[in-house]
């Protein structure tokens, strides 16, 4: 046990200490910032359970940890920035549950994850900048949930995701957001009734009503397959 209990920034705690396989526990209950705390630590396989129920940033937390392959459950519902927070996370195969409510900024959060296959659901209903949030993960074919309640920057969000079939997002058309491009996640829909359901519900039964609420129209892009 490693006593921190009285520090409240832990940005780069273990930056760069290549070679640690885990950490120890660490009495972190009063830290509101753990951003690149363990980035580039490139051997580093797992690490025990943190409290992280202050914590508010956790910018680039894991960042480029090429060997992480499973962490624990964390409490994020207090964080705003997760934005690199798993980039270049090789070796992650899946992931628990993160509530992502109070997070304005998940850009990069998983870009590069080339092992991902899955990704829960994430609650984004407060998030603005998507940007690049999936890019490059190779293998990802199922995202059990997005909001996209807030979103005005969605650039580039599933580039590389060639194999994602099943996408399930609520409240496309909320945020005064006028262009939605899901071109890139080229294979949703396909590959089987489910895969198909999870479009169908997103574009249509869990879309917002623009109309109604006397906004102006908005464009989705589709990819050739998807349509």
């Not at 109070?102 to 209903?125: E, H, Q, R």
């Not at 990802?140 to 969605?154: A, C, K, P, Q, Y």
């Not at 399930?168 to 089987?192: D, H, Q, R, V």
């Not at 999870?198 to 869990?206: F, K, T």
Request: charge should be neutral; include cysteine; hydrophobic fraction near 35%.
């Amino acid at each position: 046990m490693v006593d921190v209990s009285g520090v409240t920034d832990l940005s780069r705690f273990y930056y760069k200490c290549q070679n640690i396989l885990t950490i120890p526990a660490l009495k972190t209950a009063f830290a509101t910032t753990m951003a690149e705390m363990l980035a580039y630590c490139s051997s580093l396989r797992s690490f025990p359970y943190i409290d992280t129920s202050s914590v508010e940033d956790m910018d680039s937390m894991c960042y480029n940890c090429t060997s992480l392959v499973l962490f624990p459950q964390l409490i994020t519902s207090r964080v705003k920035n997760m934005s690199w927070m798993f980039s270049s996370c090789t070796s992650l195969i899946t992931i628990p549950a993160l509530d992502c409510h109070s997070a304005t900024n998940v850009s990069n959060m998983f870009y590069g994850c080339k092992a991902l296959t899955t990704i829960p659901y994430l609650n984004t209903k407060s998030t603005t900048n998507m940007k690049k949030m999936f890019a490059d993960c190779i293998k990802l074919e199922r995202i059990e949930g997005l909001d996209f309640d807030s979103v005005t920057d969605m650039s580039n969000i599933f580039s590389g995701c060639n194999k994602l079939k099943y996408l399930l997002i609520y409240n496309i058309g909320k945020s005064p957001l006028e262009f939605y491009n899901f071109s890139e996640a080229s294979n949703w829909g396909t590959g089987g009734e489910l895969n198909r359901s999870s479009l169908i519900e997103s574009l249509v039964e869990y879309s917002y009503d623009r109309k109604s609420n006397n906004m102006s129209t908005a464009t989705i892009r589709l990819s050739a397959d998807t349509k």
